[in-house]
């Protein structure tokens, strides 16, 4: 019954209180902070002995003293997890109790329901659906959008770019990239790829700002890079990171695509084993993923002025580099620009946005696509953190799409036109 329950999306009980009800019934997620080394040890083992899974931050390494750890813990593993935690006084809160009630409403088709004032672009849409967004895109907006196939995945899905151009400025055209959905459970960005296209056709010409930018650059847009792992967060676990490659001599399935790339590879803060969830794969751009991303920009480095890649959550706009703690040539200009950005949001959504440096600001991160870049010759590069900070992490609501994504929007294009003014 239990089961059943759970299938159709019930509300679960929440975590027992009683004696006599010895297994919970919920995935739930945690806040734990550990206050001591001992303390952050115990946490990082709780978190790579239990089935566990980490939403912040990414690994048990970068676990540290004082900051807050979001672990997801499935209803099987519950009161093993809790009990650890209490019996070493490690202070921990339910961050998330209903997460089985979020899914639903993450992944419930309201299009149905005729009632539903919600939009296409105010909802998370499965692979297939983005699938035919980009075939009906391209068809109805043939003037300004064309669909490119970079290359396929592991499990052989295709690699689809739209490249967005407007009509007027000189050619030819400086150019600019955006990659969302890097990583599979980060919902919020590939629905950000689907409104920001929305975005440009329906308001190049209209809005001074996109029209700017459509007249001096071309913008490539890969909507979906890790098709196999968002479609695997659609049908079996909504928290998978990676994509789904498998690995010789191990039995875990794969590598997490923004430890890939060939920038300081597979160096501290990224792991070389094959089950976790920052694994670095066998060699740089050894995934079709990221080698298919690699080749079509090193295939247009001359033009490509801006790299940007979309992830979430906890709200911050990076740049390089992530891999080293130095700063990059030109640090004092991504971060001018970062900062434009940041209070742009500030202003317009009084949200809060952090920037900085990937490795100072948040940890050190070898094989990033954005350092990739950087190193390329894309001299702007920028990794977004979008929303939340917390409160709903991988599970925000639909309701909290039209937000979180003219944000984002916001600081696309206040970076956008930073770059088109420079280059
Ligand atoms: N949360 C992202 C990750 O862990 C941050 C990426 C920042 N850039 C980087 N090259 N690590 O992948
Ligand atoms: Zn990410």
Known sequence: AISMARKIGAVCTPCPRTWWRSSPRCDQVFSITAKTEEEVNIVRNVSSDYETVLWQPAAPDYIT????????????????????????????????????????????????????????????????????????????????????????????????????????GTQPKRAMWIDCGIHAREWISQAFCLWFVQYSVEYYNHIPDITEILDNMDVYVLPVMNPDGYKYTWTTKRMWRKNRSRQPGSYCVGTDLNRNFDANWCTVGSSNRACDDTYCGQFPESEPESEAVANFLRSHKETMKLYLSIHSYSQMLLFPYSYTYEEADNHEELNELAKEAAMNIRRHYRSFYKFGAGAKTIYLAPGGSDDWAYNLGIKYSFTFELQDKGRYGFLLPPELIPNACNEALTAVKTIALGVIKKT
């Open 65 to 168: 003293a004082n900051a807050e750890v979001h672990l997801f813990v499935p209803a099987s593993s519950l009161a093993t997890v809790k009990g650890l935690l209490d019996n070493h006084s490690i202070l921990n809160e339910v961050l998330l109790q209903n997460t089985q009630e979020l899914i639903e409403k993450q992944t419930r088709n309201v299009s149905t329901d005729p009632r539903s004032s919600m939009s296409y672009y105010e909802r998370y849409h499965p692979l297939e659906e983005i699938y035919e967004w980009i075939n009906k895109t391209t068809h109805d907006h043939s003037d300004m959008v064309k669909v490119i196939l970079i290359g396929s995945s592991y499990e052989k899905r295709p690699l689809y770019v739209l490249k967005l151009s407007g009509k007027g």
